[in-house]
């Protein structure tokens, strides 16, 4: 499963026993993998500010899992057609081991292994330029992904729109790109060449009749130029004054004349615009899905740290000062699994908050003074990390 749940208890005599049963249950019972989750010893200050520092770590960490699954949005978009790779391409630094640095890894062996960046985020700070730092970087990294994607979604809707001109059947699509010049009688003062289109059925009829629709056709004059599943696109020559008198005649016969004008330089026009499209697209594909990978790695791992930061919070404001707790990271092995879980740890660390056990049990108990719902609130600290991010 790519779920994982970070938690905290006590780190006293007692919870690290608990910790050492919940250890016990959940790998006999096969319920979870679980690792000890490393969390630097940060400058606490005030109550006070830590309270509402957990307020704005809460909204920083559902911007940063928005921020994430947007630009997991984004790499599947940019890579259309090869989809299948888009996993490869969601990777994370491979942490701060001089040997993995540079390596990118897959976001759950980053998750298992991480350790908190002090180089980016030195942990001597006080904890609010810690959080700034966060806030200030997922800020940037959303306002450049907007500009960014915004330049190359506008010029990937130009190039469709294009294409779909040059799609569709015979009665809608542009002919620039299946007429030449060679079909039309161009410049003359007294003849025109239009265009038919021909149900398939009809071929025959149209071979016999199309002279005689009307006065002045150009014997001989007619070409099948193209075709589609429904019929054929016929040229014919015929004088400009019964242009209207042959359109009448052709749509009694269920012959339709397609408005169309040859003009070399409009169709040059479109044709070098569906080219600059495709370099520009070209041109662009590669710096972006770059960009789309380094700053993808750099909002998770920073998504991760935030996960860090509230674990800590959380954990002084629940069990109180001096700083001693111990987190864990439980990776549940599959989603049947998750309910026995959550029974294991609500019996294990019962002891750390009475009321909210009970509650747990039982849904009509309220827990005073709090104004979450009794399924967000467990006697142990709780938070939950999805790595689904194409879901």
């Known amino acids: 499963m790519s779920e994982f749940w970070l938690i905290s208890a006590p780190g006293d005599q007692e919870n690290l026993q608990a910790l050492e049963r919940m250890n016990t249950v959940t790998s006999k019972s096969n319920l979870s993998y679980n690792t000890k989750f490393s969390i630097p010893d940060f400058k606490v200050g005030t109550l006070d500010s830590l309270v509402g520092l957990s307020d704005e770590l809460g909204k920083l960490d559902t911007f940063a899992e928005s921020l994430i699954k947007r630009m997991a949005q984004s790499v599947v978009e940019v890579m259309e057609d090869a989809k299948g790779k888009v996993p490869e391409n969601l990777l994370a630094n491979g942490g701060l081991k001089e040997k993995m640095k540079y390596l990118k890894i897959d976001l759950t062996s980053f998750v298992t292994h991480f350790e908190w960046d002090m180089a980016k985020y030195p942990a001597k700070q006080p904890l609010v330029s810690v959080v700034d730092t966060l806030a200030k970087q997922l800020a940037q990294i959303e ?7 915004a330049a190359y979604n506008t010029l990937k809707t130009n ?20 007429v030449s010049k060679e079909d039309f009688v161009l410049d003359s003062e007294y003849l025109i060449t239009l265009l038919v289109i021909v149900p398939k059925p009809s071929y025959t009829q149209w071979q016999k009749t199309y002279e005689s629709l009307s006065d002045m056709v150009v014997p001989r004059s007619t070409k099948l130029i193209a075709e589609d599943n429904e019929g054929g696109l016929f040229t014919v020559t015929l004088f400009r004054k019964v242009i209207e ?3 009448t005649k052709a749509k009694e016969n269920k012959f339709t004349v397609r408005e169309f004008y040859y003009d070399e330089k409009e169709i040059k026009r479109e044709r070098e615009e569906m080219s600059r499209l495709l370099s520009d697209k070209k041109q662009q594909y590669g710096p ?19 996960k860090a930061l509230r674990v800590f919070v959380e954990s002084v404001l629940r069990y109180g000062l001096p700083v001693n707790f111990q987190a864990v990271l439980l990776q549940p092995h599959k989603k049947s699994s998750t309910k026995r879980l959550r029974e294991v740890l609500n019996s294990v660390f019962r002891h750390l908050d009475q009321v909210a056990a009970a509650s747990i049990l039982d849904a009509s108990v309220e827990i005073p003074g709090l104004q979450l719902n009794n399924q967000d609130y467990f006697p142990y600290v709780y938070f939950h990390i999805d790595l689904s991010l194409l879901d």
Do not use: Y
């Open 143 to 149: 306002t450049d992904l907007k500009s960014r994607t």
């Open 245 to 247: 008198d042959f359109k």
């Open 159 to 178: 190039l469709e729109n294009l294409e779909k001109k040059s799609m569709g059947n015979l009665f809608t699509r542009t002919l620039s790109d299946i």
């Open 288 to 306: 972006l899905l770059r960009w789309l990978k380094v700053n993808f790695s750099e909002a998770f791992i920073a998504w991760i740290h935030l």
